[in-house]
């Protein structure tokens, strides 16, 4: 078939097939797929939710004539035959974060309202799901050669650990190339390495910092942090962003206030760690040892390049690495720092790991390393990424837009060959009503998913036309 017949073959499915579509969707995203490990159960490794929303995928899947197979709750998959079991894959989502606060809309109900479905998972990533596996239904109906069989499989842990794909490649082979619907148009042919870590000092003697805390997670920019100090409220000066007030017992409590970021973009963020430690530090709110793993803090978290703890580095794929402080804590009478690196192929986490020793040794600290995923990189020249590429391009008449790699981590990361591919085009703005997702609100609108189809089916065909390793 040439491309134009694709499209509108595509076309007339949406059309005849949309109500069912937006059906399929609401059915997933009624189902409060959140983590529960407290209630999980045998063939519900990560609770009822994400269980009961896995079976509610795999039997619309098996409702288009696809043969699906349950894997213990874990995982699970839905096969189209090809000429071969050599497999082309798909791999979505059905679990979600927790709704959480500020939702003007029911978050667990399909809400149709000026062409946007609105509901938890409609954009990440029930919806995107839904629209990628009516176009493998969409593909198995046109007149094009199939010599790999297309596997979708349906991922029940995405949102806190990816423990279902450890399963899956434990227990199946990847497919040769699949991609991910749960990321951004045009294409995304690369994810940086990440790198956790925690800094732990000495035992602190004859404290002045009582107690400190600070962030949420290891993996964003914290908005809030706070300390106990010994000290006169009365004597401290007024600071941007700073909080001085008196908490008793000649001890004061001092607040800052930054900017929440997530760790793939740290410039969009304020450390309030990074506040708070320059006023401890400016006012002489600290001991020696205290002060000592004060400026380490402040080296870390002021320059999110790395170039304070000396691992900046860049490469042509990635650009430059970056780095955050996430947390900081008092853990008896240690102080405590996290940090989250995401890092180019032009340096590797044993020079990290290294550097960031020597400066926690130079100052009787310890450094661990918690967390280690290398880069991932397809050359954004291969055919798979060209064929995805085009096949975006020719849908939508965008030459703007080029392929790209990320700071965040998707499911394409854990397979042999993968990118992520949709469904947001972050470059069109929504009403202000319409939120994105992981926040209240969330929503995608219809046309976008209607976009993203047409440009599945296209991709679909075009990569069966490719001989893949």
């Given amino acids: 078939m040439e491309r134009k017949d694709v499209i509108a073959a595509a076309e007339a499915y949406w059309d005849e097939n949309r109500d069912a579509i937006v059906a399929d969707i609401a059915k997933l995203v009624e189902i409060p797929s959140t983590e529960d490990l407290a209630a999980a159960a045998p063939g519900a490794p990560y609770g009822p939710g994400p269980a009961a929303a896995l079976a509610a995928a795999l039997e619309i899947a098996e ?15 839905a096969d189209l035959p090809g000429e071969t079991d050599a497999q082309l894959g798909i791999i979505g989502h059905v679990d979600v974060v927790p709704a959480g606060p500020g939702w003007t809309f029911e978050p667990f109900k399909v809400t149709e309202k000026d062409g946007y479905l609105m509901g938890r998972g409609c954009l990440d990533d029930k919806g995107p799901s839904v629209v990628a596996l009516h176009a493998v239904k969409c593909l198995a109906g046109l007149d094009v050669a199939r010599p790999y069989t297309m596997r979708f499989i349906f991922g029940a842990n995405e949102e806190t ?40 000092s000495a035992p602190i003697t004859d404290p002045v910092i009582l107690d400190i805390s600070g962030g949420v997670v290891t993996n964003a920019v914290p908005g809030e942090a706070w300390a106990i100090v010994r000290g006169d409220a009365a004597g401290l000066p007024a600071a941007e962003r700073i909080t001085v007030a008196d908490a008793g017992d000649d001890t004061v409590r001092i607040e800052a206030v930054g900017v929440n970021a997530h ?85 590797t986490a044993e020079e990290i790991t290294a550097a960031l020793t020597k400066l926690t040794d130079d100052i009787g600290a310890t450094f661990e ?11 954004p020249e291969d055919p798979e990424i060209q064929v995805l590429q085009d096949a975006f391009q020719f849908v939508t008449g965008d030459t703007e837009h080029e392929p790209f790699t990320i700071g965040g981590g998707t499911y394409a990361r854990e397979f042999k060959k993968g990118a992520s591919f949709g469904v947001n085009m972050p470059w069109i703005e929504n009403p202000h009503w319409v939120g994105g997702e992981h926040g209240p609100d ?28």
């Fill in 369 to 379: 390393n918690t967390l280690l995923m290398v880069p991932f990189l397809v050359k």
């Fill in 161 to 200: 650990g990816m423990a279902d794909v450890l399963w899956y490649l434990e227990n199946y082979d990847s497919p040769a190339f699949l991609f991910t619907p749960d990321a951004d148009f045009p294409v995304c042919y690369g994810e940086k390495g990440g790198y956790d870590g925690c800094i732990t």
């Fill in 63 to 77: 409702g288009m004539g696809m043969a699906a197979t349950n894997c213990e709750g874990h995982i699970g998959f």
């Fill in 263 to 347: 760790a793939a973009w740290p410039e969009r963020g304020i450390s309030a760690i990074m506040l708070l430690a320059n006023y401890l530090l400016e006012n002489d709110l600290c001991n020696q040892q205290e002060r000592s793993f004060l400026e380490l803090v402040r080296s870390l978290t002021s320059d999110t390049t790395g170039a304070g703890v000396g691992i900046a580095s860049a490469d042509e794929y990635f650009g430059p690495l970056t780095v955050v402080g996430g947390t900081i804590r008092k853990e008896g009478d240690c102080l405590v720092q996290t940090m989250d690196s995401r890092w180019p192929t032009s340096i």
């Fill in 442 to 469: 969330e929503g995608v609108a219809e046309d976008l998913l209607k976009t993203a189809f047409k440009i599945y089916v296209l991709a679909l065909a075009e990569l069966q036309a490719l001989k893949i390793d």
